[in-house]
């Protein structure tokens, strides 16, 4: 799910933006065990100049926006609003041979959004 | 780089969390290992967020590498009927068996811990010995382990019944014996599993070079 509206809609500066992931939704609630969904979020906003307490901007990404500021490019936009920091999510479910299965999996929530 | 996305939201789930095949049919539902769930919260992202980083594709809880944790049923083909035992001193001998069919080629064992259960009235000064079934045609080293009463048996199987570096064999069946000075020695297998910690290197990030 994401759910409009929840802090200004697509505009604004780059951050993160609210994006859950549910296992009911796919079917799988009857073989995960843990945990029902999960937050994966996902970046959108604008990257323009960086300001400050604005998101993490990379040299390249300043240099870009300037470059777009000045003298916008056909094919060279904006920087992008991509993740800038991930974290770990773990899941526990059972498997076709009714094994009991953990597995973790790295970089699977966007945290932080950065320009780059 | 990820294969080809299959289509279908289901499908990039699938494939975003490397299972091969989605869920089939409703699984025989289980109480939960209390060791899984111990493993699962351990492993809580929230915890990561307090403060207490986690190391990436490492099971702290054991002190090994790995990340997927497999609590393996014994699939009780021939086991808990003992069969009789000729030899003195041996007392009930008894065959279990593991499928180990959904253990991706490229996962590598870190961890196969072996517990049995077993019932009997006066265990003192048992031994449990674990090894290799003959029927897997290659004898191998054997494992001797203190019966306690009232507690589970545990047996590190890496390096004896289950070697480190190679793969995994689709079946593990296992011989136990009870070394129990008596061939008329009453005991009962009540459950035994397999707690299996895989690492796929695949999942791991790469080792990033601080700048």
């Not at chain 1, 939704?25 to 300001?51: K, S």
């Not at chain 2, 049919?25 to 929230?46: E, I, K, N």
């Not at chain 2, 090894?131 to 054997?142: C, D």
Request: proline share 12%; charged share 20%.
């Amino acid at each position: 799910h994401t759910e409009p509206g929840v802090g200004g809609g697509p505009g604004g500066a780059c951050r993160p933006r609210r994006l859950h992931v549910s296992f009911r939704e796919v079917g799988w609630h009857r073989w995960v065990i843990a945990p029902r969904g999960f937050l994966a979020n996902f970046c959108q906003g604008a990257c323009t100049l960086p300001e400050p307490g604005g998101p993490p901007v990379l040299n390249h990404a300043v240099l870009r926006a300037l470059m777009h500021a000045a003298a916008p490019t056909p094919g060279a936009g904006p920087p992008c609003c991509v993740p800038a920091r991930l974290s770990p999510i773990s899941v526990l479910f059972f498997d076709n041979s009714d094994n009991v299965v953990l597995r973790h999996y790295e970089d699977m929530v966007a945290d932080e959004c950065g320009c780059r | 780089a990820l294969e080809a996305a299959p289509s279908g939201p289901t499908a990039a789930l699938l494939q975003a969390l490397r299972l091969h095949e989605a869920p089939r049919g409703v699984p025989a539902l289980r109480p939960v290992p209390p060791v899984m769930w111990r493993l699962f919260r351990r492993r809580d992202p929230q915890a990561a967020r307090t403060g207490h980083p986690l190391r990436p594709c490492h099971v702290e809880e054991l002190g090994v590498a790995g990340n997927i944790v497999r609590h393996i049923p014994d699939s009780g083909l021939s086991s808990r009927s003992p069969e009789p035992s000729r030899t003195s001193g041996l007392g009930p001998k008894w065959t279990v068996s593991f499928d180990l069919s959904a253990v991706g080629p490229a996962e590598r064992p870190t961890r196969a811990r072996l517990e049995v259960r077993l019932e009997a009235e006066d265990a003192r000064g048992w031994e449990l010995s674990v090894a290799l079934s003959a029927a897997a045609g290659r004898p191998g080293p054997e494992l001797r382990v203190p019966v306690r009463p009232g507690l589970p048996l545990r047996a590190d199987l890496l390096g004896a019944a289950v070697s480190a570096n190679a793969s995994l064999p689709r079946t593990l069946r296992l011989a136990l014996s009870l070394h129990c000075g008596a061939t008329d020695a009453r005991a009962r297998l009540a459950e035994a599993s397999l707690l299996l910690v895989t690492l796929d290197p695949r999942l791991c990030p790469p080792l990033r070079s601080r700048r």
